[in-house]
Each structure stands twice: as structure tokens, then as C-alpha cells.
């Protein structure tokens, strides 16, 4: 995980122009956030990243004509794999959130968002955490309780201990090393101890993996 910049360089697109203008208006007043460039479509998303190397995080509506916000996640992940993607959409269906963090986002927020949960979400995307809107993350977990057998010849997910699953909720709630910590009353290094665990039994090579892995495999129910 990256150290935090000092100030983030932003990419916002949507096909509203006053959708940015009023993403523009809310950020104005964060000195952490700087909106460098703005595009209408995913076409032209692409061509002011060319113009803007320095971009660092690109704030992506997903209900796009000719190009969707997942495609545009797609193709910014594999032409400018320093780009982090931020969705924004007014939907929150499991499927749509799937395919976001499949593309490569990491993370989603809902249109109806407040300044300081854009501001933390950006904050949190350009370090390489996962940020996901209140309602993003129920839909997540009401979706591993959804009745179903793991298809014949599938693979059986990892025997993680009672403490391993504890951790894997906390990681997938956003929470730090730190407040893991303190919430189960055991040491920072514990903690990362038992991550390091998690991510080798399952296989995952990131934290947007391994919340991908835990919800197809039902780890959290």
C-alpha cells in the first residue's frame, strides 16, 4: 500500500456536465484533491489521461453511452495501470458492483455521496485502499446470504479459523491495522500476521482480491 500523496490528482468523467460541475464544487474546498482534468466521455477520458500523466485517481460515472464506466475501467487499468478508479453511479445492485471491482475499481460510491465521504474515498483509492458508499457495502454482504450449493468440480474455499474470518470482516469494513487491533484486543503485528495468512490460504494478491474471493465463497457469512 502506497504512502498517502499530499495532494491527489483527479480525472473526473461523466456525461453530465453538471455532475462535474457540481463534483468540482464539492471539492473545491479539500486541499487534498486536485481536479486536473474532466472528460464526457470514455473516449475522452482516455485521451486526457495521455494529456495528463500525472493524473493519480479518475472518478468514473458508470452509466455511460459507447463506452460504460466498467469498459472505461477496463481499459484505464490496462493502458495506465498507475491510475487507481473511483466508480459513481445511483445504482448499487450486486451485479453492477461485481463488475466494477472485476474491471479493476477499487472502490464505488453512490451519486447521492457527501463531501467528506468523496473526499475520503478519493483519499483512500489513490493509497490503493478499497472504498465502498454505506449502501454499496450492505449489498455486498446481504449477497453472501443468498441460498446456493458450490457448483460440482468447484473449488472448496479456504479453512480460515474463527480469528482469520473476524480479521477478513474487519478488512472488508475498511478497518486499519490499527483498529483491528483494538477492536479484537491483539497487537498490530498480529494483525498483519494473520492477513499475510489470509491472503497466502486464499490465494489473493490484494485486498480488492481477496474481498472478491470472500464474497464468491461466502467467508463472510
Do not use: W
Not at 478519493?122 to 465502498?132: C, D, K, L, Q
Amino acid at each position: 500500500m502506497s504512502a498517502a500523496p499530499s495532494c491527489v490528482h483527479l480525472l473526473l468523467v461523466d456525461d453530465h456536465q453538471m455532475v462535474i460541475e457540481g463534483l468540482k464544487t464539492l471539492l473545491k474546498t479539500d486541499p487534498a484533491v486536485r481536479v486536473v482534468a474532466q472528460a464526457n466521455s470514455g473516449a475522452d477520458a482516455l485521451r486526457r489521461l495521455r494529456d495528463h500523466p500525472e493524473v493519480q485517481v479518475a472518478l468514473v460515472d458508470l452509466n455511460m453511452p459507447e463506452m460504460s464506466g466498467v469498459e472505461l475501467t477496463q481499459r484505464i487499468r490496462a493502458e495506465f495501470p498507475g491510475v487507481r478508479v473511483l466508480a459513481l453511479s445511483m445504482f448499487h445492485d450486486h451485479a453492477s458492483v461485481m463488475e466494477v471491482l472485476e474491471a479493476g475499481g477499487l472502490g464505488y460510491l453512490l451519486k447521492n455521496t457527501t463531501r467528506a465521504e468523496l473526499s475520503a474515498a478519493i483519499a483512500h483509492v489513490a493509497v490503493g485502499r478499497t472504498h465502498f458508499s454505506q449502501e454499496v457495502g450492505q449489498t455486498l454482504l446481504q449477497s453472501l446470504d443468498v441460498p446456493g450449493q458450490r457448483p460440482l468440480g468447484a473449488p472448496a474455499p479456504a479453512e480460515l479459523t474463527t480469528r482469520e474470518r473476524e480479521i477478513l470482516r474487519l478488512v472488508a469494513e475498511e478497518k486499519s491495522n490499527l483498529a483491528i487491533a483494538e477492536a479484537l484486543f491483539i497487537s498490530e503485528r498480529t494483525v498483519e500476521t494473520h492477513r499475510k495468512n489470509i491472503l497466502t490460504k486464499t490465494n489473493c494478491k490484494s485486498v480488492v482480491g481477496l474481498i472478491q474471493y470472500a464474497i464468491k465463497h461466502k467467508l463472510l457469512a
